[in-house]
């Protein structure tokens, strides 16, 4: 596609369910990045896939959090026992290859009750 | 890890008014861009610029990457700039293309 996908725009989850966020990157884009972006703040790091390979894991908060990209295209955040503190806003990126710039998608806006 | 330090926070400016806006950074980079995220929460690239000057109408920025800083330049601001501007950094020597983010400067543009 033209852009970045990502999918749902909202999400509504009670405390303790599992949730997943989907990634549709840019056509022939190897890179993939997710970010989190609290309200007021700037997007902070999440984790980086190279075509399938997870490279950087780094960001992630906790061991609920989980991401894959198993052919190299479309990437599945996956968040388990979902707690107040992961209401945020997720946002993918990709890029060409690893030092070109970044586009972004909209973002998912996560709420949990 | 690096630090981003934008400046102003917020900026408020009647329509048809210029601004700079600034990005400080503690280490070396290697790549640089700079975003607008406007009120529906897009992020929208403005420049890809690890060095040098670049300009898109009324928008320019330079960075003086030896000086660690950047600066991004409004000319004849309107409504539709209001929004949040973040400079991201790229730190040099860092094996993978991960973003650092600015905490970001909130411009409003009256009318």
């Known amino acids: 596609g033209a852009g970045v996908s990502q999918s749902p725009r909202y999400k509504v989850a009670k405390r303790g369910q599992d949730v997943a966020l989907r990634c549709d990157p840019i056509s022939g884009h190897v890179s993939l990045f997710w970010y989190q972006q609290a309200l007021g703040q700037g997007p902070e790091f999440l984790t980086y896939?190279?075509?399938?390979?997870?490279?950087?894991k780094s960001g992630l908060p906790s061991d609920r959090f989980f991401a894959e990209r198993p052919e190299g295209s479309v990437s599945t955040l996956k968040i388990q026992r979902t707690q107040q503190e992961d209401s945020a806003v997720y946002l993918c990126?990709?890029?060409?290859?690893?030092?070109?710039?970044?586009?972004f998608g909209d973002g998912t806006r996560l709420s949990i009750l | 890890g690096i630090q981003v330090e934008q400046s102003p926070p917020d900026l408020i400016l009647q329509e048809g008014a210029n601004s700079t806006l600034r990005c400080n950074f503690s280490?070396?980079?290697?790549?640089l861009q700079w975003f607008h995220q406007n009120p529906w929460g897009q992020l929208i690239n403005l420049f890809y610029?690890?060095?040098g000057t670049k300009q898109n109408g009324r928008l320019s920025a330079t960075t003086v990457a030896t000086e660690r800083y950047s600066l991004l330049y409004i000319s004849s601001s309107q409504t539709t700039d209001s929004g949040v501007y973040f400079c991201a950094v790229r730190a040099g020597g860092t094996s993978y293309g991960k973003l650092t983010f600015g905490q970001g400067t909130i411009l409003t543009v009256h009318p």
């Open positions: 990126a990709s890029s060409r290859t690893d030092n070109q710039p970044q586009h």
């Open positions: 280490d070396s980079v290697n790549n």
């Open positions: 896939f190279q075509n399938e390979a997870q490279l950087d």
């Open positions: 610029i690890p060095s």
